[in-house]
T-cell receptor
Framework: QKEVEQDPGPLSVPEGAIVSLNCTYS??????FMWYRQYSRKGPELLMY????GNKEDGRFTAQVDKSSKYISLFIRDSQPSDSATYLC???????????FGKGTHLIIQP | DVKVTQSSRYLVKRTGEKVFLECVQD?????MFWYRQDPGLGLRLIYF???????EKGDIPEGYSVSREKKERFSLILESASTNQTSMYLC??????????????FGNGTRLTVT
């Protein structure tokens, strides 16, 4: 069983919609959860990280962790065409370098 | 801002050639990483280094080697390039410490095509 599962998409939504991006993980020992954003022809960049369960908000972005379900989510409010990118969840703990990435979800915001 | 620079955006090489991919970071980070990114497979770690002259195998090291002679530079070497090594290669760096409080800073990648 893969340690981190993420639907690759593509996920296409109209501008202004609320977007929900999700990952599931298998190792209940994971404590920290990260989201990276990758624009086309660029490297990934850290968007948000959160610890344990609960929500963390940063502007239009909210990261949510449900440890009981081993489920993490990234919500984007009032989505913009500039949010079009691939979003990767990443979890420290597991993998040779201690960081396990999901495969990424390709998000398209239609103007 | 941290800058991770990869020397080439695009490379085309022939099967059997020895290929060098170079990466330089300007923030005095201890940790450096090489990943490859393929559609449907995501990011996979090839090699990483926690210090000068140190290297550790990642999840897919076969067919690759690395060199870290200076703290700021981490090179990925394809000893004899093969077509299945056609991919996007991403270099990253991070400061020392656990991965949860030392986020990775990525370069913009080198797209390598082996013909």
């Amino acid at each position: 069983q893969k340690e981190v599962e993420q639907d690759p998409g593509p996920l296409s939504v109209p501008e202004g919609a609320i977007v929900s991006l999700n990952c599931t993980y298998s190792n209940s020992a994971f404590q920290y959860f990260m989201w990276y954003r990758q624009y086309s022809r660029k490297g990934p960049e850290l968007l948000m990280y959160t610890y344990s369960s609960g929500n963390k908000e940063d502007g239009r972005f909210t990261a949510q962790v449900d440890k009981s379900s081993k489920y993490i989510s990234l919500f984007i409010r009032d989505s913009q065409p500039s949010d079009s990118a691939t979003y990767l969840c990443a979890i420290p703990g597991g993998g040779a370098d201690g960081l396990t990435f999901g495969k990424g979800t390709h998000l398209i915001i239609q103007p | 801002d941290v800058k991770v620079t990869q020397s080439s955006r695009y490379l085309v090489k022939r099967t059997g050639e020895k290929v060098f991919l170079e990466c330089v970071q300007d923030m005095d980070h201890e940790n450096m990483f090489w990943y490859r990114q393929d559609p449907g497979l995501g990011l996979r770690l090839i090699y990483f280094s926690y210090d000068v002259k140190m290297k550790e195998k990642g999840d897919i090291p076969e067919g690759y080697s690395v060199s870290r002679e200076k703290k700021e530079r981490f090179s990925l070497i394809l000893e004899s390039a093969s077509t299945n090594q056609t991919s996007m290669y991403l270099c990253a760096s991070s400061p020392s410490g656990s991965s949860y409080n030392s986020p990775l800073h990525f370069g913009n990648g080198t797209r390598l095509t082996v013909t």
